[in-house]
C-alpha cells in the first residue's frame, strides 16, 4: 500500500520523509521537485516568517540513477537556520491554539518545544517533497492538482470555474509565489496580512484546490470514500481546521432542484453541466473535476500578550512569544494543500 511517514521536528538536525508502496521507474525530476520546494519557502517582504531555509532535499534510500526503485524512499531536509535561543524564555508556557500543551500530555512532556518540534509548519516541507514525488506518478496518469488563496481574512479572490477547469488552468499559479487567481485581489490580501503583522498579531483565509483528469470510478462508499481519503491527508497540515467539498456548507442552503448537478453526454462521456458536488458522488469520482476547500487558522504563535498557562509549575501564566513566525502562512500553503492532495490521490489510486 501507498504510504508516507513525516519524521523531525523544528529545530532538530533535519526533517524528512520516508514514502513507501511507489511504483519502480519513476523518474525524480530535480527541476520540478526543486520548484515546488521553492514554493513552499519562506520569502522576504514581510509576508512569511524571516527563516529562510535552503530546503534541498537529499535522498538517502529509494532512488538509483534518479529513478525511484520501488523500495522505500527516504529523504532529508537540514535545518540550517535555527535559534533556539528564542524559545529559552517562555519555556513551559504553552501557546494558546498551538501543539505545545496537547504535545505536552500526549508525549508526557518528552515532546521537543523548540519552535514548536513536531509540531512545527517546519514539517510541511517534507511534505512537499513528497507531493512533488506523487504528482510525478500523477502526471504519469494525466491527473493534475492545483491550488489558489481564495481567502486572506475578509477579502476574498473569484473561484476556479468547477466545470470547465482545466491543467492550463493551474500553469499560472504554479508560476507565482502569491498564487491567487486575480492579482487585483492578491495586492488587498497582501495589505491584510502585512496590518496583521504591524499589529503583531496574524490572519487566517482559505485555499481552494482543483483536480483535473480525475477518470470516474475512484472511492467507495464508507470510509475509504475519495473525499474519506482527501480529508484525511489535508488534516495532517498543520493549521487545517475544516474543508468543504464543491459548494459544500451552502448545499445546506439550497433545494434539491438547485443542489443536484444536472447530466449529459459529451463526446462519449457522462458529465454534469454544474458541480456543486466537487467531482465526487457517493464517496466515488464521477469524471468531473474535484474541487475542495480548505480553511487555514490565524498562526497561533503572536506577539500580543496572550493569557496561558506554565506546564512547569501548572500556574496561571501571561505569554508574549518572541522568535520568527508567519503572519499568515496562507501564501506558502497552496503548494502544502497541493502535495497533501497528490499523495492522497496515490493512496487512492495505488
Not at 50 to 72: A, M
Not at 134 to 144: E, F, N, P, V
Not at 328 to 343: G, N
Request: aromatic residues 6%; negative net charge; proline residues 5%.
Amino acid at each position: 500500500m501507498f504510504s508516507y511517514q513525516i519524521f523531525g521536528e523544528s529545530h532538530g538536525e533535519a526533517v524528512g520523509v520516508v514514502m513507501e508502496g511507489l511504483p519502480s521507474g519513476i523518474l525524480l525530476d530535480e527541476d520540478f521537485i526543486s520548484r515546488e520546494m521553492e514554493r513552499r519557502r519562506a520569502k522576504t517582504g514581510g509576508l512569511s516568517t524571516t527563516r529562510i531555509e535552503s530546503d534541498i532535499p537529499k535522498p538517502l534510500s529509494g532512488v538509483y540513477q534518479g529513478k525511484t526503485t520501488g523500495t522505500p524512499l527516504c529523504a532529508v531536509i537540514a535545518n540550517e537556520n535555527t535559534r533556539s535561543g528564542d524559545y529559552f524564555a517562555t519555556q513551559g508556557l504553552a501557546r494558546p491554539s498551538h501543539g505545545d500543551y496537547t504535545g505536552f500530555v500526549r508525549y508526557h512532556g518528552c515532546n521537543d518545544p523548540r519552535g514548536g518540534g513536531h509540531f512545527s509548519g517546519r514539517l510541511t516541507a517534507p511534505l512537499v517533497y513528497a507531493g512533488a514525488v506523487a504528482k510525478l506518478i500523477l502526471k504519469q496518469r494525466h491527473i493534475a492538482v492545483g491550488a489558489h488563496i481564495a481567502q486572506v481574512g475578509n477579502v476574498k479572490d473569484r473561484l476556479f470555474d468547477p466545470v470547465q477547469l482545466t491543467e492550463e488552468d493551474f500553469a499560472p499559479l504554479w508560476a507565482e509565489s502569491f498564487s491567487v487567481l486575480s492579482p487585483e485581489i492578491g495586492e488587498k490580501m497582501k495589505v491584510e496580512i502585512q496590518l496583521a503583522r504591524l499589529n503583531a498579531d496574524s490572519v487566517g483565509g482559505v485555499i481552494e484546490c482543483g483536480i483535473t483528469g480525475m477518470p470516474a470510478g475512484i472511492g467507495e462508499p464508507g470510509l475509504t470514500s475519495l473525499e474519506s481519503i482527501l480529508s484525511r491527508h489535508i488534516f495532517a497540515v498543520p493549521a487545517v481546521k475544516g474543508i468543504e467539498f464543491g459548494d459544500g456548507f451552502a448545499l445546506a442552503s439550497m433545494r434539491g432542484s438547485q443542489a443536484n448537478d444536472p447530466m449529459r453526454m459529451k463526446d462519449g462521456k457522462v458529465v454534469t453541466e454544474t458541480n456543486r458536488n466537487g467531482g465526487i458522488l457517493g464517496g466515488i469520482s464521477n469524471g468531473m473535476p474535484v474541487i475542495f476547500r480548505v480553511v487555514i487558522k490565524p498562526t497561533s504563535s503572536i506577539g500580543q500578550p496572550q493569557k496561558t498557562v506554565n506546564l512547569d509549575t501548572m500556574e496561571d501564566a501571561q505569554l508574549v512569544v518572541k522568535g520568527r513566525h508567519d503572519p499568515c502562512i496562507l501564501s506558502r500553503a497552496s503548494v502544502v494543500v497541493e502535495s497533501a492532495a497528490a499523495l492522497a490521490l496515490c493512496e487512492a489510486l495505488l
